[in-house]
């Protein structure tokens, strides 16, 4: 016997909140649904079944897309990732998928035996072994919910554009407020731990003693020199997206290196426009901040990989390997190289 719960197709305010705050990062990885089979409407037996994962707003986007409609709903176990995610995890997988027809009682259905699965979850599934253990014919649906209408409405036929991933300005942008979120703690982190060493070899280069006035000078020198690391991540992660298809170059972290270089261009310029010594500049000055903050650009572009249809698992793991030390290096150069200036320039307070 089937065990189905209802589920509206229509969004709450709760819904639209916690799609919002999901979009920011906030409770992710708490934002589920509880596994099992839903009636969407009033589904009879001869009505399709939808399988996706129990990310929450996975589920949401699917009744929403499906509104009007009577089906059903079968949500697998995936630990609250989305179905892509899930698929390439093992979760969204072959075994879920039949033991939670088996525990739901939906192998007791009569009529259309037909599973309708996102295509991306498709690396997951074997439509042939879920077939031969559960008499389930498997179809793989379009990428993108919304296409679900015309898609049932053609006899589940999806065109060429409904398979085609795309990766849209406003798919990109979609992005970045989670990504933004999640830069704030470790940036701050790292700037605070640079600071505090550049303080400290500013108070030893320096003949006074170590008084609250001092230690407060030091660690504003200290933290004026390594402050451009903040606009340099946040800008990287604001302006990377949506810039991607314009920066030169096929792998990610060379066009993150690329935006890195024109950002502190920019940032060095504007700051010799703003002390009120335009053309005075020194680019020996510069180098350091070029070496310090287009390897923080060019690893935050590089992360940007698992969010991108662009990628291949083994194509980003070469990326990587290629990458990584050079922006670990630059790093590490660009650091010392500031350190060593506070030590020996900055030591007079």
């Known amino acids: 016997m089937m065990r189905a719960k209802p589920l509206s197709d229509s969004w709450t305010w709760k819904d639209y909140w916690g799609a919002f705050k999901v979009r920011w990062g906030i409770g992710r990885s ?40 009577n089906v059903w709903i079968l ?23 039949i033991q939670r027809i088996e525990t739901t009682g939906l192998r007791e259905k009569k ?78 982190l ?22 609250p006035t001092s230690i407060g000078k030091s660690l504003w020198v200290s933290f004026r020199a390594f402050l451009p690391i903040l606009p340099a991540a946040f800008l990287g992660v604001l302006l990377f997206p949506p810039l991607l298809p314009m920066l030169p170059g096929r792998a990610f972290s060379f066009k993150g290196a690329v935006l890195g270089l024109l950002g502190t261009g920019i940032y060095l310029i504007g700051a010799q426009i703003l002390a009120g010594t335009p053309g005075h500049f020194s680019t020996f000055q510069g180098v350091p ?10 690893f935050l572009a590089l992360n940007f990989t698992g969010s991108t249809p662009f990628t291949s698992l083994s194509g980003v793991l070469k990326e990587t390997r290629i990458a990584l030390p050079f922006q670990t290096g630059g790093f590490l150069v660009g650091t010392l190289w500031l350190w060593i200036d506070l030590f020996v320039n900055k030591g007079v307070l």
């Open 111 to 188: 009529g259309k035996k037909i599973l309708i699965l996102p295509q991306l979850g498709a690396p997951g599934v074997s439509a042939h072994e879920v077939e031969r253990a559960t008499g389930f014919r498997v179809i793989y649906g379009p990428i993108r919910a919304k296409d679900l209408p015309n898609f049932l409405d053609s006899g589940l036929k999806a065109t060429e554009e409904m398979r085609q991933v795309t990766f849209s300005f406003t798919e990109r942008i979609v992005l970045i407020p989670v990504e933004l979120v999640g830069l704030i703690k470790p940036s701050l």
């Open 289 to 298: 901040y070029l070496l310090l903050l287009a390897p923080i650009v060019s």
């Open 75 to 97: 949500v697998l176990d995936t630990k609250g990732i989305n179905v892509w995610c899930a698929a390439g995890k093992g979760t969204f997988g072959t075994i879920e998928l």
């Open 190 to 211: 790292l700037v605070s731990l640079l600071t505090f060493v550049g303080a400290l070899l500013v108070l030893g280069s320096s003949t006074l003693h170590a008084t």
């Open 30 to 69: 708490s934002y589920t649904m509880e596994p099992g089979l839903y009636a969407l409407g009033t589904p009879t037996e001869e009505d399709l079944v939808f399988v996706t994962a129990n990310y929450k707003l996975s589920v949401d986007h699917l009744r929403k897309a499906l509104k009007g409609r």
